[in-house]
Structure formats: C-alpha cells, structure tokens
C-alpha cells in the first residue's frame, strides 16, 4: 500500500500547474467534447486529446534560478538553434556595435512560458508586427512578428529579449510591461506554440552555452558577464 502511496505521490509531484491563459481552451475543448458525446462520441475522444494537449502545451513549472550576479540565464526551454554576432536590429535601441545572439527554438512540445534572464527593470518592450515564418529559421529573428524587451540592470547594462512568433505560433502575450521590474528567472510571457526567443548579450560578452545544446528556462545559465572562461567548444555524441 505504501508503494502504490509513492508511486501515486511521484505522479502527482510531476505534473505541473497549467498557467491561466490556457485555462479558457481546455474549458472550450473540454465543452465540446460534453456536447460530443452526446451527439457522436468519436468526436468527443479527439477533444479529449485536444484538451489533454493544450493542458500539457500551457503547463508553467517552478524553476530553481541560479542568482549570482553576473549570471545570464535561459529565458526559454527548447534547442540552442544558433550562436551568431549580430548588429542589433534597430527597434532594440541598443546601438551598432554588433553582439552575440542566442536563439532558443521552441516546438509545440516544450514550455512555452519564458522568464527573465537577468534582475532589472523593463526599460523597452516595443511590439513588432511581421511575418510568421518557421521559427527555427534564421531569417525568423528579423522577419517575424515579435516582442521586443530590453531589461536594464541596476548597472546599467542592458540585455535584450526578443519573443517571436512561428509558423504556427500568432500570438505573444506579455506578463510585464515597460517600466516593471523583474526578478532573475521571473516570468516574462507566454508565446503560443512553436516559436523562438532571442537573447542579445552585452558588446564583448560570449556565450557559455552550444548550437545543439538543450536549455531550461530559469535554470540554464547562457553567459557569465564575470567569467574569463573562453568560449565552450562543444561535440554532439
């Protein structure tokens, strides 16, 4: 009995909160399956599955942020897609000098809410429409609808987070606005479905982490502004 006890606590323990926003779609799948089974059960065991998905889509664990200063930690779960020194895009406010970008791809199966990579304040958060190309694509940073944020910390030193939108992903919504104050490892927003974040680190700042490597929001630690450590080479195996 006992065993059965801890296998039923273990399973409980691993399923995580279902942030509110995807609160109204389960409701909605959840209802027409009701009227479905009613009516053509087939039907209403595919908006079972619907339901259960987007559950699972619109799940938001806890995360355990490292909090040393200097830390740049993941905003987003998903795929290193790309390690690039870029110029910034001009919206960012954030000059010509050219700095290291991480792309973070997300598919429909990761957590898609995304946190803070640093402790600051909000000084930017500028919405720019565009297209909705597949996110894992290059030209998806520059082209596709997005949310710009830029979080100053109290050094001064700016960090930029561009939120995305993919092929299947259309909507960006935003938990913090212009001026807000942010933790490190704090929720951010949601991005609805696949969809890609971008981090722009400090002019001179190289990143910790591998084109290939998998991240955790709030947990992954990207770069370290006081590290002398060079530039990681990684191998896939």
């Not at 910034?88 to 991480?102: K, N």
């Not at 991240?215 to 990684?234: H, Y």
Request: net charge neutral.
């Amino acid at each position: 009995m006992s065993n059965r006890h801890g296998i039923i606590d273990t399973i409980i323990d691993s399923l995580a909160p279902v942030n509110r926003d995807g609160h109204k779609f389960i409701a909605i799948a959840a209802g027409l399956a009701l009227i479905f089974f009613l009516v053509w059960p087939p039907l209403a065991w595919v908006c079972v599955v619907a339901a259960l998905y987007i559950a699972y889509f619109f799940r938001d664990p806890d995360r355990v942020t490292p909090q040393r200063e200097g830390l740049i930690i993941a905003p987003a779960d998903g795929r290193i897609a790309a390690i690039e020194t870029v110029q910034p895009p001009t919206e960012m406010g954030l000059g010509s000098e050219q700095r290291v970008r991480i792309s973070t791809f997300l598919s429909v199966l990761d957590v898609h809410i995304t946190r803070a990579p640093v402790s600051g304040r909000i000084v930017r958060s500028i919405y720019v429409p565009g297209s909705f190309l597949n996110a894992a694509d290059d030209k998806a940073s520059d082209e596709n609808e997005r949310r710009v944020m830029i979080i100053q910390k109290t050094d001064g030193t700016e960090i930029g987070v561009v939120q995305i939108a993919g092929l299947v992903a259309r909507r960006i919504v935003p938990f913090l606005h212009e001026g807000d104050s942010v933790g490190v490892g704090e929720r951010l927003g949601l991005i609805r479905f696949g969809s890609r974040v971008d981090v722009y680190l400090p002019v001179g700042k190289h990143a910790l982490v591998s084109v290939g490597q998998t991240a955790t929001a709030g947990e992954t630690v990207l770069a370290d502004l006081q590290s002398a450590e060079p530039e990681r080479v990684a191998r896939r195996s």
